[in-house]
């Protein structure tokens, strides 16, 4: 007897009503991943030889993210891998599977089924990938970091699959797409679907499915008129099938929705660990206002990007992912160049940003963040980015700092906070160019610089890695103005459940000084060659 899988209600309920088109807008740990699954298996079997695209932000996110999530659930239901699924390879002649209805030419980003339907990965990081190709279902997954107008002016327009073999399939054309809730609006594309999509259809719909279940039921157990349980069965069945081809199903969930899985200790953890604003958007689903007449007033989602792939990336097998993850995933490092970091100190919570200044392109990429809280202190704090950059070929690190890094060390050792930081660069081998830049620049002056970076009108204009800066963006979109300054009223106080000090203004001041030495102290005529090769 086939072993029982739990569905919780958020899964059930999308699965259940079965529409053509669901927008699933949902927490952490609300078993998106068995959505996905759930979804593709059901695909593969009602449409044997069709193609599912798998649309991904990136490789590293198709990767590590998205495929081994759905290919572990395949596992634990029983589905083997060369028996009745494999990945990257043409399924061997011996398996005797059926060819899929399009047969790609190449194998390697391509999840195969025994029915002879396949998923194609498409990463939005290689331009054009859905050129040429024909879909019969999209799958979008963490459509947060998709970007739309890529989505949009390819994908979508390649979901045009075989209409004489699948069109009566309720799901034929249909598309998945899931997230947590977005801060930014470009992140927001597929929230719009909320104003087109009809409760009344989905209740009718559900209604529909009761009716037929029960009619079903009476059928199964000889408590009617067979032939009368029969001829309703099948008009509900065609009745449903129809209704599902139309129908759009959009809802939002809360990680509270799977509270019976992850625990409440769980949520508490979350709500404990996670900056406010993380914690609002992915495990309330809460939608979030960016402050608009903040500190940092002119920055626009565009100055947020993706990072494209490396060659480590790409040849990574599936499942092999580093337990914890390096810069060798990060395609949007430039090796030849150093890498440019300042601090934020304080007693309980010490930030590191880390950048790249592209003079020919006028951008500073910011392109990770860092910090370390209570006990672990800045040794450690610098200990994590030579931890996470140990890789990197070019081992010349710029030190923009101000006069708080002098003479202060808020018990760390006898020494102020600029030795402690030279010091364990040194010691793990990075060539320090330490570079002094005054005293704090005022709120005022400090304002009209970096907005006027975010306008376009300074000689560096910053952007953000958004996978690498989850809780310094939290810091930055967050910092509000008080009495014609940065509010840092809140830096000071005991932290809450609610107010964690990573979403408090300590992690924009290290972005600052990082910005300030970036466009006013460039670092000139040093050899910053790397040794070694990057990919």
Known sequence: MPEKVYFNKMQMEVMFTGARDSIVVAGRGTGKGVLHSATFLRNAQAMPGSTTAIVAPNAKRAKTNTLPSMLMHLEAWGYRRGIHWEIGKKPPAKLGWPKPLIEPDDWEDILSFYTGAIGQIISQDRSGTSNSKSFDFLDIDEAKFIDFEQLKDETFQANRGQLREFGSCPWHHGMLVTSDMPVTKRGSWFLRYKEISDPEIIAALQGLIVRLNSQRQKLDAGTGCDVYLQQSVRQLEKDIAEMRRHALFYKTYSSLTNVDVLGLDYILKMKRDLPLLVFQTSILCMPVEILKDGFYSSMKPGHKYAAKPTSFTDNMEFGSTPSIPDCRMDGDLQPDLPLC??????????????????????????????????ERKLPELVRDFCHYYRYFPNKTVIYYYDHTALGSNYAVNDEDFHWVVVQELERAGWNVIDKYIGRTMGHLEKFLLINRGFSGQARLMPFF???????????IQLAGVYNGKKDKRGEKLAETEEDRLEARTDGSDAFDTLYIGCERFPVEGEAFSSSSNWD
Request: hydrophobic letters at 45%.
């Open 341 to 374: 970091i300042a601090f934020d100190y304080n007693n309980n919570i010490n930030w590191l940003v880390a950048g790249q200044a592209i003079e020919g392109m006028r951008r500073l990429n910011v392109v990770r963040s860092f910090f370390v809280k209570y």
């Open 465 to 475: 890695n958004e996978e690498g800066n989850e809780a310094l963006l939290a810091s």
